[in-house]
């Protein structure tokens, strides 16, 4: 079993910043892709920040420029800096994680619970 937790969800004034955090524990061999995905209130849910295992970071339009994904890989960990927050980022914030339990196993994808970020006008 693989858990993920997350951390730092909360409110903000519109121009604050937050950082969320997120920890992977249980049988992990392997962590191939990190990242955060975001889902308001009637919205799909949508990527927003990919850490992947050589270093490449991808954004979402929106949040490029003003988000910035990091992972610690000595703590299973990876980190949403959300600076300049809108109204409009206003959602549940979810990490996930791309796990090989094993040596030579397939990767699947397992999810946190999601922490809630409000960002008030």
């Known amino acids: 079993q693989v858990q993920l937790v997350e951390s730092g969800g909360g409110l903000v004034q519109a121009g604050g910043s937050l950082r969320l955090s997120c920890a992977a524990s249980?049988?992990?061999?392997?962590?191939?892709?990190m990242g955060w995905s975001r889902q308001a209130p009637g919205k799909q849910r949508e990527l927003v920040a990919t850490f992947i295992s050589g270093g490449n970071t991808n954004y979402e339009d929106s949040a490029r420029g003003r988000f910035t994904v990091s992972r610690d890989n000595a703590k299973n960990t990876v980190y949403l800096q959300m600076n300049s927050l809108k109204p409009e980022d206003t959602a549940v914030y979810s990490c996930y994680a791309d796990v090989s339990t094993h040596r030579g196993g397939r990767y699947f994808r397992y999810w946190g619970q999601g922490t809630q970020v409000t960002v008030s006008s």
């Open positions: 249980g049988s992990i061999f392997s962590i191939n892709v």
